[in-house]
């Protein structure tokens, strides 16, 4: 598992540099790469997939969310229906589905980092470079810094969780 680091810049040529000192730092090809508004060709710079313009990690996150309040929800009327019959073990058992589903979504929001392309939209529209970095988790700290050094126009825009088995 890696973690997308999300950095803002302010034109081509500082997002070029910043590309290089990435690959020179020893970040691969594949996992640097560079979004800004439709219709700016962005030369010279490792261009987002149409899936990865498009957010996946966003739409899974939905669907997990989505997943688990309609779970909640069935085992509220099953505690309903329960309580009307009577049936303490059915009663117990939507008692503990709800717990866990609040549990397992409280942990979800609490404890993942997520930062969306949403966010970017704003300063993308005004020319800005959106430059998306997977690094390995033993690697954060140190690309963290060296940008910062190296590359105080690099707005660093938050960072989450990515996962290679995604394809992008």
């Known amino acids: 598992m890696l973690r997308r680091l999300y950095y803002l810049l ?3 040529a500082h997002a070029r540099s910043t590309v290089q000192e990435l690959y020179d730092m020893g970040i691969p090809q594949r996992a640097v790469r560079a979004m800004t508004r439709e219709g700016i060709k962005l030369e010279g710079l490792p261009e987002a997939s149409l899936a990865e313009r498009r957010d996946p990690i966003a739409r899974i996150e939905n669907l997990f969310w989505y997943g688990d309040l ?6 509220a009327l099953g505690l309903l229906l329960a309580i009307a019959y ?5 009663m117990a058992l939507t008692i503990a589905t709800m717990l866990i589903t609040f ?14 392309l949403d966010k970017f939209t704003e300063a993308m529209s005004h020319g800005e470079i959106l430059l998306m970095v997977d690094v390995p988790f033993n690697r954060l700290v140190q ?3 060296a940008l910062q050094h ?10 989450c969780w990515h996962l290679d088995v995604l394809g992008h």
């Open 150 to 159: 190296h590359h105080p126009e690099a707005t660093p825009g938050g960072s």
């Open 103 to 116: 549990a397992a979504g409280a942990n979800f929001t609490i404890r993942l980092p997520k930062t969306h």
């Open 143 to 145: 690309v963290e810094k």
């Open 70 to 75: 309609w779970l909640f929800f069935i085992a």
């Open 86 to 90: 009577g049936s303490v073990v059915w």
């Open 10 to 12: 302010p034109d081509q």
